[in-house]
T-cell receptor, first 115, second 113 residues
């Protein structure tokens, strides 16, 4: 059972371009969480999704950022018209259910660099 | 809103000694779990230990143990017999039945040989 897979591991974009970050949860997991980590800082919650539903997007900027988790395929975090401040490591985590005792399993992150 | 606070940005410990990392949280919910994650330089998030809020007994995993004080909303991590491989960022996390997982800002642990 492969772990949470994120790709690409590293992504370089010029200002104004779009960044698409992909996350394939662990097999059997229907819940996906996206976090952003700035250098030397902790993980900031962005969005929580279940299959085809956004449960909580309170941590995601209202503009330029969007996320989806379709019925088939990976979860996608999309950042439009990237700016230098979007440079960060973006982590995806998945869990099998909303059971409170289930840990979230993390991918290795995508490091986005905006030049 | 649930918040998690780690008041120690950096900690240092001598190899083989014991160190305690602090974490406090704020919540109005009664059913929740607390976690400590470790993030080594590889950036992989690794679960170290978890604690169920309804259990009074503190969780223990080998050299790692927690001091869970529910009334004080405190959840500290104790690392005994520290090893060089313990050097990492440590994040305290909170999760309730209806919420996602929220993290503290992290504590960078250095282990001196």
């Amino acid at each position: 059972n492969a772990g949470v897979m994120q790709n690409p591991r590293h992504l370089v974009r010029r200002r104004g371009q779009e960044a698409r970050l992909r996350c394939s949860p662990m097999k059997g997991h229907s819940h996906v969480y996206w976090y952003r980590q700035l250098p030397e800082e902790g993980l900031k919650f962005m969005v929580y999704l279940q299959k085809e539903n956004i449960i909580d997007e309170s941590g995601m900027p209202k503009e330029r950022f969007s996320a989806e988790f379709p019925k088939e395929g990976p979860s996608i975090l999309r950042i439009q018209q990237v700016v230098r401040g979007d440079s960060a490591a973006y982590f995806c985590a998945s869990s099998p259910a909303t059971l409170v005792n289930t840990e979230a399993f993390f991918g290795q992150g995508t490091r986005l660099t905006v030049v | 809103a649930q918040t998690v606070t780690q008041s120690q940005p950096e900690m240092s410990v001598q190899e083989a000694e014991t160190v305690t990392l602090s974490c406090t949280y704020d919540t109005s919910e009664s059913d929740y779990y607390l976690f400590w994650y470790k993030q080594p330089p590889s950036r992989q998030m690794i679960l170290v230990i978890r604690q169920e809020a309804y259990k009074q007994q503190n969780a223990t995993e080998n050299r790692f143990s927690v001091n869970f004080q529910k009334a004080a909303k405190s959840f500290s991590l104790k690392i005994s017999d520290s090893q060089l491989g313990d050097a990492a960022m440590y994040f305290c996390a909170y999760r309730s039945a209806v919420r996602d997982m929220r993290f503290g800002a992290g504590t960078r642990l250095t282990v001196k040989p």
